[in-house]
């Protein structure tokens, strides 16, 4: 199993350009989490979906932020346009079953908008 | 909601015990631990789940108390490896909303 596959590791963009990070889960995983991690404020959720579905946004900072889960094997978070407090290291991370079971972390996306 | 982690950091010698500790202010279905090295993803430890239970993990255990709504992780006979942050994270009764806490950083030295 390869685990959960982030891309890009990193990426350093202008301020206001579109930023487009990419996930792919574990096979048989339904559960598919994007969390932003900063020194100042940790790990933060932004979006889970279960089964393709959105279930809660309720942490994606504002409308600048959008993501899509369009197949199980694959989901994107966009930021358009970028800002340079959203530098930050971007997981996703995957799960069978969040309640009894635990996340699986991809590597992280670390973005940096200057 | 965020759970609050003591202590904050930690520095032990090779072969010390430490125990971080993860309190809730409100009644928890879950409790997971994660260690992070620096520069890497969080790597999921283990689950406790209500009903109050111990669980083992190498030499690193975990108890979770539900009456008073807090966890604590045990590193025994620390070795170099163990250094990282460590992260509780909870899942609260009646709600599917999960919390990552603070964390706590543990570093071991020779």
């Known amino acids: 199993d390869a685990g959960v596959i982030q891309s890009p590791r990193h990426e350093v963009t202008e301020m206001g350009q579109e930023v487009t990070l990419r996930c792919k889960p574990i096979?048989?995983?339904?559960?598919l989490f994007w969390y932003r991690q900063t020194m100042m404020r940790g790990l933060e959720l932004l979006i889970y979906f279960n089964n393709n579905v959105p279930i809660d946004d309720s942490g994606m900072p504002e409308d600048r932020f959008s993501a899509k889960m369009p197949n199980a094997s694959f989901s994107t978070l966009k930021i358009q346009p970028s800002e340079p407090r959203d530098s930050a290291v971007y997981f996703c991370a995957s799960s069978s079953g969040p309640s009894n079971y635990g996340y699986t972390f991809g590597s992280g996306t670390r973005l940096t908008v200057v | 909601q965020q759970p609050v982690q003591s202590p904050q950091a930690v520095i032990l010698r090779e072969g010390e015990d430490a125990v971080i500790n993860c309190s809730s202010s409100k009644a928890l279905y879950s409790v997971h631990w994660y260690r992070q090295k620096h520069g890497e993803a969080p790597v999921f430890l283990m689950i406790?789940?209500?009903?109050?239970e111990q669980k083992g993990h190498e030499k690193i255990s975990a108890s979770f108390n539900e009456k008073k709504q807090q966890s604590s992780l045990y590193l025994t006979a620390s070795q170099l490896s163990y250094s990282g942050t460590y992260f509780c994270g909870t899942e609260m009764v009646g709600s599917n909303q999960f919390y990552f806490g603070t964390g706590t950083s543990l570093t071991v030295i020779p």
């Open positions: 406790l789940l209500k009903g109050g």
């Open positions: 096979s048989g995983h339904d559960y």
